[in-house]
């Protein structure tokens, strides 16, 4: 009787010893599998957080035909518009004769004119007196707006306006 009874005990510590391992085990291969799926998920997130971000920052750009004398508007955004004003004769200011000038505003009252972009350059497309294409590259001079004094055998055709979210 001692002997069933020492069998028994020794059995059930072996199967309760089993249990605690497949427990255990099935246990840790659950987490393994978590883990697995949260280091999947986050990966995803950040990369996905990566390419938004990757969009705000990028640097957006709009063609945009040069008219003279005419004020030419591109919208870029709900509120948002590009001016370009080109004026190949005197243009009221000493310092600028055929001058170009080139702006981002907010037409909406909501804003209070405080615009969603900013430039950051423009690439003005020119042709000179033998109608060859000329390119040249202009920065923002004060704040958001870009005032080029044009050559005088250069006429500007069109600008790429580079912007980004501010």
């Not at 997130?45 to 990566?50: A, D, E, K, T, Y």
């Not at 909406?108 to 003005?124: A, C, H, N």
Request: hydrophobic letters at 30%; charged letters at 25%; glycine letters at 4%.
């Amino acid at each position: 009787m001692k002997n069933k009874i020492i069998i028994l005990v020794v059995i059930l510590i072996l199967i309760s010893g089993i249990a605690i391992y497949v427990a255990t085990t099935e246990n840790t291969e659950n987490s393994i599998k978590t883990s697995n799926n949260n280091k999947k998920n986050l990966t995803n997130m950040s990369i996905g957080q990566n390419n938004t971000t990757n969009e705000r920052t990028q640097d957006l750009n709009k063609t945009v035909k040069i008219k003279d004398k005419f004020m030419v508007t591109e919208k870029i955004a709900k509120e948002d518009k590009i001016y370009i004003y080109y004026d190949s004769g005197y243009n009221g200011q000493d310092d600028i004769h055929r001058g170009l000038f080139i702006h981002i505003l907010n037409s909406s009252d909501e804003l209070e004119g405080d615009t969603q972009f900013k430039i950051i350059y423009v690439v003005v497309r020119f042709q000179d007196n033998n109608d060859k294409t000329v390119y040249k590259t202009y920065n923002p001079n004060n704040g958001d707006s870009i005032r080029v004094k044009v050559p005088k055998n250069l006429t500007p055709i069109s600008t790429t306006v580079y912007y980004k979210a501010k």
